[in-house]
């Protein structure tokens, strides 16, 4: 641990689980089902499709939660057939976190409906194959279906890939959200690697689908407390009037990790933290804490009030980023109680690397609501702990009517919304300690998803964003401006970065929690980061 670590904040002493009603830990029947349709993975040989598609797919399967007739087909370039890929991706599902238990027979009525098309993206051969595989399994289907498509391919070939589909008529585009049968395509991040370029392939996709048809996906949008951050706030009456720049201080928002760049430095070195994590993932989880009501929980209703919140963050300017913004690369350290390398030493990154591994941002929002509240943002790889969570913490009381308790200083109050490890939302509030006398301590008030509903009954985020997808429902996902909007705000901490490399960049030991410039960063606000 760092010294910065040690300076960080504690939890409660004390924690009081939060229980909800017997009657109502069993979900009611569910409220969505996948419309009848086929969905089509183009780039079906990469990690994406064996760790989170075909196990999300099957999950849903698994859970009745697919049409009968539903289909995919999978589109790489490998000379396989059916049963080849069938067996591979058996194998996948039966070896991920998400859908290991999906039962054997279950699998074996899904297999038959997985299908395997070879082909180059670039060649036109592809769409005609594709076409007629699509047409003879709508044929077998007998009913309107539609058609998702999921770009699970290199960032690159996005905009091409899009333009091919639509041109060979295999994704025709849909004036009307209403039009049947319905086209979809998803497409996954990064969308871009700045404004300017999420703008000129926004351009590009705009051309060839219409907006309604385009599922840009964020996969913490499907993440259960990420939604339940929603009902928490908008089906509650008593927190919402302190959700403001009167009662609360400050807002942290972190994603550690403990994981380090693992396969991708190829990826990662072009792209590094801020990119990989805070375009999307973070400014997704700020914008949803801090967005005015939405009127109607529709798809453009929540967006558009989540823009707003983006539009309205104070633009970072290169003179001042080093008192908004820190970064940080790991160095060799312990991760786990095992010795891990560097990002230097890690296979196929640069050893004179300048790519962040690690960033912490304070985030200003001028806006009525927000004037003057810090957000604080950090996400890092190699951190000691796995753990993603926005924390709101409220100020302190304007007048302490008890007398000095020399032991300790109170603790402001904090809300708590965990992401991951473990789902739950906890208040940690000051309480008598029990006996003769005023002493005060902390207690924390803790609601946690797998205690309350069993962990049999959560699903994973993709497999919550793929049966969106297949309803037509676009909330959980980002809109063109949204996208843009976000890299405005990261654009001009990348730049000041790159344009100017530190001349020592601050390295961090793996299993830390980064360079104390990171506290020195929150301290400026009288804050301390969590320790989650
Ligand atoms: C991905 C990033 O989008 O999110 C990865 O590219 C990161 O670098 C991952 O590890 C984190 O996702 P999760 O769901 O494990 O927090």
Known sequence: MSSAGATQQRDAQFAVPVRVAESQTTPEQPLKMGEPCTMVILGAGGDLTRRKLLPALAHLCSDGLLHETFAVIGVAREDIDDAVFRKRMHDAVRASEDAADVPEDVWREFERRIHYVRGDLRD???????????????????????????????????????????????????????????????????????????????????????????????????????????????????????????HVHHVQITAAETVGVEHRAGYYEESGVVRDMFQNHLLQLLSLTAMEPPTAFRANAVRDEKVKVLDAIRPFEAATIDQNAVRGQYNPGLSDGAYVRGYREEPGVDPQSRVPTLAAVRVLIDNWRWQGVPFFLRSGKRMPRRATEIAIEFRHPPHLMFPNDAARVIQPNRLTFSLQPDEGISLCMEIKLPGIGVRMTSAKMDFSYGEAFGEGHQHSAYETLLLDAMVGDQTLFARSDGVEAAWSVVDPIIGAWENSPAPDLPRYAAGTWGPEAADVLVARDGARWRRP
């Not at 996954?188 to 300017?196: D, H, L, N, Y």
Request: aromatic residues 10%; glycine residues 4%.
């Open 124 to 246: 036109t051969t592809l769409y005609e194959e594709l076409t007629r595989r699509l047409s003879q399994i709508e044929a077998d289907a007998g009913a309107e279906r539609g058609r998702l498509f999921y770009l699970a391919v290199p960032p690159s070939v996005y905009g091409s890939t899009v333009q091919r589909l639509s041109a060979s008529g295999v994704a025709p585009q849909r004036a009307e959200s209403r039009a049947r049968p319905w086209v979809r395509v998803i497409i996954e991040k990064p969308f871009g690697t700045s404004r300017e370029t999420a703008r000129a392939l926004n351009r590009v996709v705009s051309e060839a689908l219409a907006e309604h048809q385009v599922y840009r996906i964020d996969h913490y949008l499907g993440k259960e407390t990420v939604q339940n951050l929603l009902v928490f706030r908008f089906a509650n009456s008593i927190f919402e009037p302190v959700w403001n720049r009167a």
